[in-house]
């Protein structure tokens, strides 16, 4: 039995929510992101984009590519609630769905066929999805998850394709090899000054030069360039928290080395929110007294995931906890209100060196691990202070949705 696997992507998602709210916005160049001259563009409409503005530009270039743009800060809470309306949609009629970020899902419709047809059903999804949310969105459906993301990627806006079983390759070959997911720009740049642009030129390459030249990733490369994607559609749950802390094996009084902890244990939930393409709106801090008492403080802000504002924050939670001057057992620090969202999505108001920044610092923890490269002033901490925070790494609560 073939695997019907359906990609679903919202169009435009920022654009068409701040559209829905507004219809004056309809028709005209949009930019979602910050105002500021050094601020980033998070999303912009089509009609931006013709111009050549992407996201993660620089407003100031944006501006300068389409000057008749229009500029909107984000509503980071209007768009995970339109996120979790059309979440609800699949979740009412669909067998077994993943939400891979804010705007995307998967859905696993194999063996529908047998029954009344998966594309239909996907078809009409697409449809009621649209009518009761008023968002466009975009549907392409095939044997993997890799195909159906590109084809939607190809064939967007308001996509519905299908990717017949065995036409995985030919629909692949012409493209750009930085069509294909996780392809980055260091990879493809360095595809393309050994003369390989397309796929189809990829797929010609032999496994053994492809491992030579980029390790594991090779075979990663060799099985995307084939088509190849066995990765399953992972049953959908909303995490809610994600946390971290450390028993010492001494109580100690040490601010110093406190300090030093909470930065370690920022860093290291940070980059996990990264990873899992979320952001965070509330922070809380927990310290525990050699007489085992408890206590924490939290506080909301924006929607962040990025070290430096988490990091300003745990700081000043600790100063106003730590005020009994008592030996202390237990530090931790949870970051909760989670929403999908990438890096740059919460930076309306960053620069774009700021984002370059932290995508040159994820791409170095997620290759070499995460305590490759550390703030200087965590380089104190203990081994056994950060075996027992990569012991709760997975100490997540989980609701499903």
Request: with cysteine; glycine share 6%.
């Amino acid at each position: 039995m073939d695997r019907n696997i359906i990609h679903f992507d919202l169009d435009a998602f920022f654009v068409a929510v701040e559209r829905r709210k507004n219809k004056k916005l309809e028709g005209i160049p949009l930019i979602v992101g910050g105002s500021s001259r050094r601020g980033v563009v998070a999303a912009c409409s089509y009609e931006a984009r013709r111009f050549g503005v992407h996201s993660a530009m620089p407003m100031y270039l944006a501006l300068q590519l389409c000057p008749d743009a229009k500029v909107i800060s984000g509503d980071m809470e209007s768009y995970s609630e339109a996120s979790h309306q059309v979440t609800n949609i699949i979740a009412d009629a669909a067998p077994q769905f993943e939400k891979s970020s804010i705007d995307e899902f998967y859905v696993d419709a194999s063996g529908m066929d047998k029954y009344f047809g998966a594309f239909k059903w996907a078809v009409e999804l697409q449809k009621k999805i649209t009518k009761e949310s008023g968002l466009p969105i975009s549907m392409a459906m095939s044997v993997n998850k890799l195909v159906s993301k590109v084809a939607t990627g190809e064939f967007k806006p308001v996509a519905t394709k299908r990717i017949a079983a065995g036409d995985e390759q030919g629909f692949l070959s012409p493209l750009a090899v930085d069509k294909i997911p996780m392809i980055g720009k260091q990879t493809s740049s360095f595809l393309y000054d050994m003369g390989v642009r397309t796929v189809g030129t990829l797929r010609e390459m032999p496994l053994k030069f492809l491992t030579s030249a980029f390790g594991k990733n090779g075979i990663s490369l060799w099985n995307k360039a084939h088509g190849i994607d066995e990765s399953p559609v992972v049953s959908y749950s909303e995490q809610k928290s994600i946390s971290t802390e450390s028993t010492f094996e001494e109580d100690t009084i040490d601010v110093k080395r406190l300090k030093s902890i909470l930065i370690a244990m920022v860093e290291k939930v940070s980059f996990q929110l990264r990873e899992q393409k979320k952001l965070a709106s509330c922070i809380t801090v927990k310290i525990r007294y050699s007489n085992f008492d408890t206590e924490t403080k939290q506080v909301h802000i924006a929607y962040t995931s990025s070290d430096h504002v988490i990091l300003r924050v745990v700081q000043e939670l600790f100063d106003k906890l730590y005020n009994r001057r008592m030996l202390i057992r237990l530090v931790g620090v949870r970051l909760s209100n989670l929403v999908h969202g990438n890096h740059q999505i919460d930076l309306f108001n960053d620069t774009a060196e700021t984002i370059n920044l932290y995508e040159a610092i994820d791409t170095i923890k997620h290759k070499h691990g995460v305590e490759k490269l550390v703030r200087a002033t965590t380089i104190g901490v203990s081994r056994r202070v950060r075996m027992e925070m990569n012991m709760f790494k997975g100490k997540v609560s989980r609701a499903v949705a």
